[in-house]
């Protein structure tokens, strides 16, 4: 299945290294100071909702007075009440270039909302040209503090690192955010401690899926793992090129490869923070660096989005390294299967059987069902080399998820109860909601093949058929989900606060959150 080398590929290569070599966007760096009103610049205040017309404290209260009601004007005449997610923009009042005002909405924000609103702070931040932005948070909390900035670090999110025309908009999202709350200093320690890495394996994920095919590949993003994690304590990658995967007998994700010149590998990220010899924790991605369907290509309109078809593979391993970043207390292993889908004389084709590392056989519907087929010999793989206490697979797999749940879910698939409950929980508390959805033993029924053990896709519903035939391929009786994230990768005229337009990089901050709230020690 390896195919050597053309000199074709040398102009390629030379300018896969030319586009490496480009500067990533900046973005701003995050302080904590003391909540400390400065008199100038541009500020960011936190605005609790009131009634119209009713008494306010604190550092509103400070600066109105200090502009003589400047900022009550304001407000009433532009209806600002505070309420959540709600902002006011208002240039050159009471001695500010500018000042923000964010609305908090009623009663004391809870996590999710102060990331929230971080998040709006966040986005404003991307656009201001100001050297400084000033926040005067005045929770009393270190963590609210930091958390607040997990949520701005996360809206300030930009990759334009190709572009080369430059405008005087470039001059924006650069310098530093300033965090000001009683906590003071303290909040930093909460934010090295508890958020920054998460922050980073975010970016990481963005990134991956952010840049084009022709940077990131089966090799390529093996090297950015590798650099991503260099220096990290307690961290071992473990890389299957084609020779390994075709001694393991990996025909699978063997078979999706070998159409592309681009060959595939298999990669394990093991993190061992917790006690030796406690089984670990399994995040398996689905990693296709371009997926143009195979020989079932897709049609052309928006195929250039198949880029992001590695975000399972992106966000599995932004999570271990958010979770080695932290220091978390717990095993945790990344298993990333890694492929480009394409089509050519020697790729794969429909009808073809393909022989799996489990060795059990599926007939091929369709060479765009690809990544249940890389899937399954990474499931093998880590069930055989990590014997893992839970797994969750994660994949951009199916558009018939997106039929189902829109932008709004990712569809969650298994058979074990308990687990349902605790990634329910925890993409509540993350913000990367879940929901669950059936999988009726009648699935098999619509997998059956006259030649081989099963199909590898046929009848509806497409990503419960989809869930099925991955599941055939896990051990009996260990916990295990399937996350369908099709409609969550990329968010397009649909952002949210912390998710600005394109890659969203779902999956870092649930799997973050399941391992903190379950299995840290």
């Known amino acids: 299945m390896r195919r050597p080398r053309s000199s074709q590929l040398l102009a390629p290569t030379l300018l896969i290294a030319a586009l490496a070599a480009l500067p990533a966007a900046a973005q701003r760096d995050v302080r904590f100071e003391a909540a400390h009103a400065p008199q100038s610049g541009t500020l960011v205040l936190a605005v609790p909702e009131a009634a119209s017309g009713a008494s306010r404290q604190g550092a509103f209260a400070q600066i109105d007075a200090a502009s003589q009601g400047a900022l009550s004007r304001a407000i009433v005449a532009a209806g600002f009440s505070g309420k959540a997610d709600s902002q006011l923009d208002l240039p050159g009042i009471a001695g500010f270039d500018r000042v923000l005002l964010v609305g908090t909405g009623a009663g004391a924000p809870d996590a999710r ?34 958390q607040l900035a997990f949520g701005a670090t996360l809206g300030q999110y930009r990759f334009d690192k190709y572009r080369t025309t430059r405008s005087d908009n470039d001059a924006a999202g650069t310098g530093t955010l300033v965090v000001r709350s009683p906590a003071g200093a303290d909040a930093a320690g909460a934010w090295d401690r508890d958020w920054k890495a998460v922050a980073d394996g975010v970016k990481f994920a963005r990134d991956l899926v952010t840049e084009p095919a022709n940077a990131i590949y089966p090799e390529t993003f093996v090297e950015r793992t590798r650099e991503a994690f260099a220096g990290m304590a307690n961290v071992s990658i473990e890389v299957l090129d084609v020779p390994a995967m075709e001694r393991l007998g990996m025909g699978s994700i063997l078979a999706v490869g070998q159409g592309s010149a681009r060959p595939p590998r298999m990669m394990a990220i093991r993190y061992s923070g917790g006690a030796r010899g406690e089984a670990p924790v399994a995040f398996v991605g689905k990693g296709i660096t371009f997926d143009t369907g195979g020989i079932s290509i897709k049609p052309s309109e928006n195929m250039w989005r198949m880029k992001y078809d590695m975000t399972g593979a992106a966000s599995a391993t932004g999570a271990v390294l958010a979770l080695a970043g932290r220091n978390a207390q717990v095993n945790a292993v990344a298993m990333v299967a890694l492929a480009e889908n394409m089509p050519s ?17 599926y007939e091929i519907m369709s060479t765009d069902a690809e990544g249940r087929m890389v899937l399954v010999d990474a499931l093998w793989y880590v069930q055989r080399q990590d014997n893992p206490r839970a797994i969750v697979d994660i994949a951009t797999l199916t558009g018939a998820i997106v039929t189902a749940l829109g932008n709004d879910y990712a569809g969650m698939f298994t058979r074990d109860d308990a687990l349902a409950a605790q990634l329910t929980a925890a993409g509540e508390a993350a913000g990367e909601p879940v929901w669950r959805m059936p999988l009726h033993p009648g699935y098999g029924k619509l997998l059956e093949s006259q030649i081989a053990d099963m199909r590898n896709g046929g009848g509806r519903p497409g990503s419960g058929t989809a869930a099925h035939f991955i599941g055939e391929f896990i051990d009996e009786g260990r916990a295990w989900a399937h996350l369908d994230i099709a409609g969550m990768a990329w968010r397009d005229g649909n952002e949210l606060s912390t998710t600005p337009a394109g890659a969203s990089a779902y999956g870092v901050r649930l799997f973050d959150r399941f391992v903190r709230e379950n299995y840290e020690q």
């Open 113 to 146: 909302r102060i990331e929230d609103i971080g998040g709006h702070i966040g986005r404003f931040a991307a656009r201001s040209k100001a050297p400084q932005i000033d926040v005067l948070w005045e929770g009393a909390e270190a963590g609210a503090a930091a």
């Open 345 to 361: 004389g020697t790729a794969v084709r429909p009808g073809d059987v393909i022989r799996t590392a489990a060795g059990k056989t």
